[in-house]
């Protein structure tokens, strides 16, 4: 069963920059499609960022901000997300997810959608 692991979250001020890291396991592949999306008490879910054999999508709320990357060497799979000058409307809990089905194109459709495996989550708070 694939497992995924947040952790990077954490308190800053606005302007300032996080990493999150995602450490998936469970399974002996690579994983091919991943993403990242974000949720505060009272709001919908929002896709922030996927990553498909390489290629990368994102929210046009963090469009040039934030930067989704895998990293696959060595056996390892880890997800990331830089996100730089943060807003206070970036606050919320953050997860990790993937899928096993690859989808055969990449576009926003794959931002809105429910992932079968996902994070605990970790939270990012940022501050006025």
């Known amino acids: 069963r694939v497992q995924l692991l947040e952790s990077g979250g954490g308190s800053v001020q606005a302007g300032g920059s996080l990493r999150l890291s995602c450490t998936a396991s469970g399974y002996g592949y690579r994983r091919d499609f991943m993403g990242w999306f974000r949720q505060t008490p009272g709001k919908e879910r929002e896709g922030v960022a996927v990553?498909?054999?390489?290629?990368?999508?994102?929210a046009d709320s963090v469009k040039g901000r934030f930067t989704i990357s895998q990293d696959n060497a060595n056996n390892k799979n880890i997800l990331y997300l830089q996100m730089n000058n943060l807003k206070p409307e970036d606050t919320a809990m953050y997860y990790c997810?993937?899928?096993?089905?690859?989808?055969?194109?990449?576009?926003?459709?794959?931002?809105?959608?429910?992932?079968?495996?996902r994070g605990q989550g970790t939270q990012v708070t940022v501050s006025s």
């Open positions: 990553i498909r054999v390489g290629s990368t999508l994102y």
């Open positions: 997810a993937t899928d096993d089905m690859v989808p055969p194109s990449i576009g926003p459709w794959l931002l809105d959608r429910d992932w079968p495996y």
